[in-house]
């Protein structure tokens, strides 16, 4: 873990400690509780967004290959999403390590960071698409008259940035890159770095390209995440405090649109609990409900990711035996 890590997760867990100290850590154990066997059944129900969000990735790829199949996207999913919920490894693991297990998968590496990079893409703007949704549904019932203009501000700034990055990515970003970086730290040779870094962005180049991919991975991602809104309408209900459908949707898409913004915090420890807080007032919610909700989706991160981590480590070892034997293999011919 670097220091910003640590010094961010610091702050996370502090925040996180301080919400729950302020409601009463009573209050909000008793709430969270009340759900009961509930909690399993969200866990169950988060495997199907999550689904979408795989199909998403597996359209980018080629599905002659056995890469290209839906259910290695989904081990890969399944995996970058544990690895973002329960490390410090801010939202950058994720999709660091959901390349790797794509590449030893049978997948060339420049096309697995390539899929990877542009699933991303689509997923934060349709994550964006999904905040301007909520609010404007919600507001459409007069809840958010002093609210809505800076939310949606807001949205339309990280929308704006999303699509800065998507152009970045069009005109050679991670070769621009190398070559900043061997100018800077130029004590090395990064010319083969720098053949990689070319080869993947014009990997990129080619799947924007392919409209059809990237219109069907957005949509799947958009899906993933209207979709997602159950996993707010079950909680709630099994807590006591059921809410609409459309206050399900606004809590969720804003909910995740604060989570997505605090991506530098470990987990967004903290920001999605002070954020539920905030949305708590807007749908009647009472601050300990709001914060047994924060807590129920760490339980169902905890229930899912905590199996990701032990298959991914699983995977890796194999993946390291597997290339000792080829290595031994070889070195006896």
């Keep these: 873990m670097t220091r910003a890590a640590f010094i961010l997760l610091t702050i996370g867990a502090a925040l996180f400690v301080a919400l729950l100290a302020w409601q009463g850590f009573g209050a909000v154990t008793t709430t969270l509780m009340s759900a009961g066997w509930g909690l399993a059944v969200v866990a169950a129900f988060h495997v199907v967004p999550l689904a979408l969000d795989a199909a998403a990735i597996a359209v980018l790829v080629d599905r002659s290959a056995h890469h290209g199949s839906f259910c290695t996207a989904l081990r890969a999913r399944w995996a970058g999403e544990s690895v973002n919920s ?44 999904f905040a301007l949704l909520g609010i404007l549904l919600f507001g459409a019932q007069g809840n958010l008259s002093d609210q809505r203009g800076p939310i949606i501000a807001v949205t339309v700034v990280l929308a704006l940035c999303v699509l800065a990055f998507c152009i970045l990515q069009r005109r050679g970003m991670f070769g621009r890159v190398l070559r900043v970086a061997a100018r800077v730290f130029g004590k090395r040779n990064w010319d083969g770095l720098a053949l990689r870094a070319d080869a993947v962005d014009e990997a990129i180049r080619a799947l924007y390209r392919d409209r059809r991919k990237v219109a069907a991975s957005f949509l799947l991602n958009l899906a993933g995440w209207i979709v997602g809104t159950g996993e707010v309408w079950l909680i709630l209900y099994f807590l006591g405090h059921p809410v609409s459908w459309h206050e399900a949707l606004l809590l969720e898409s804003v909910g995740q649109a604060i989570r997505g913004a605090a991506f530098a915090i470990p987990g967004s420890l903290g920001a999605q609990e002070g954020g539920y807080l905030l949305l708590a007032p807007l749908v009647g919610l009472p601050p300990d409900a709001a914060l047994a909700m924060s807590l129920a989706k760490r339980v169902r991160e905890l229930v899912l990711g905590i199996p990701g981590l032990l298959y991914l480590h699983h995977s890796e070892r194999r993946y390291q035996r597997r290339r000792t034997r080829q290595a031994a293999w070889q070195g006896s011919e």
């Design 86 to 129: 329960l490390l410090p490894a801010g939202q950058i693991g994720g999709p660091v390590l959901m390349v790797r297990y794509l590449a030893h998968h049978g997948a060339r590496m420049r096309d697995a960071a390539a899929a990877i990079t542009v699933s991303t893409t689509t997923q934060a703007l349709s994550q964006m698409l």
